[in-house]
């Protein structure tokens, strides 16, 4: 079955600690997205990729850092920079092409907390 | 500036009823789209409608619809014949063309709950 997988589904991560999100697809999608999700609250826009070896920030990028070695795979990793961490974490991928009506598909998430 | 904006966030409809859920948008790309999806409390982001820039006709799945007014920048979701199922949340988001980036940007959102 396609689709995107992120792992783990939870994770708790101790002050100060560098933690790295997994999103793996194998839709062939060229473009993948991470988003952060506060309770109660949208989407914002982390960091995107729209190619291998190329990423763009998003709206919210600090204390964030992301890789794109791999068409399938976008790490996201949490850095001890990040202030306030715990969040749920959504990983996102598209095809692209000349259309724009591609709906992204969407990973479970990962429930982050800063213990 | 927000380039989605969702204004209600809360929303309640009688089970059968229709209801409109309203979003707003803003670029100045020519070339966009715009979609909503679900989110269950399981947190799971389902798709629901899609509506590109340069179509004429209003997009309709189902018991969904979007009721688009390009001169007004809106792109409200039409939910038609309320189920019990249909309480979640409900993003709209919109997807730029090349001079916004490709970015894909979400609303707040609005929480519909559905009642007997």
């Known amino acids: 079955d396609g689709g995107i997988t992120q792992s783990p589904k939870y994770l708790f991560r101790k002050e100060g600690q560098n933690v790295t999100l997994s999103c793996e697809q194998n839709?062939?999608?060229?473009?993948m997205y991470w988003y952060r999700q506060d309770p109660g609250q949208g989407l914002r826009l982390i960091y995107y990729?729209?190619?291998?070896?190329?990423?763009q920030k998003g709206d919210i990028a600090e204390g964030y850092s992301v890789s794109r070695e791999k068409k399938e795979s976008f790490p996201l990793t949490v850095t001890s920079a990040q202030k306030n961490p715990t969040a749920f974490y959504l990983c996102?991928?598209?095809?692209?092409?000349?259309?724009?009506?591609?709906?992204?598909?969407f990973g479970q998430g990962t429930r982050l907390t800063v213990v | 500036a927000q380039k989605i904006t969702q204004t209600q966030p809360g929303m309640f409809v009688q089970e059968k009823e229709a209801v409109t859920l309203d979003c707003t948008y803003d670029t100045s790309d020519q070339s966009y789209g715009l979609f909503w999806y679900k989110q269950p409390s399981s947190g799971e982001m389902i798709f629901l409608i899609y509506q590109g820039s340069y179509d004429e006709q209003n997009a309709t799945e189902g018991r969904y619809s979007l009721n688009f007014q390009k001169a007004r920048k809106s792109a409200n979701l039409v939910i038609s014949a309320s189920q019990l199922g249909d309480s979640a949340m409900y993003f709209c988001a919109m997807r730029e063309g090349l001079r916004g980036g490709n970015k894909l940007t979400f609303g707040t959102g609005t929480q519909l709950k559905v009642e007997l």
């Open positions: 990729s729209q190619i291998v070896n190329d990423f």
């Open positions: 996102a991928s598209r095809a692209t092409g000349w259309g724009l009506n591609t709906e992204a598909f």
């Open positions: 839709l062939n999608h060229d473009a």
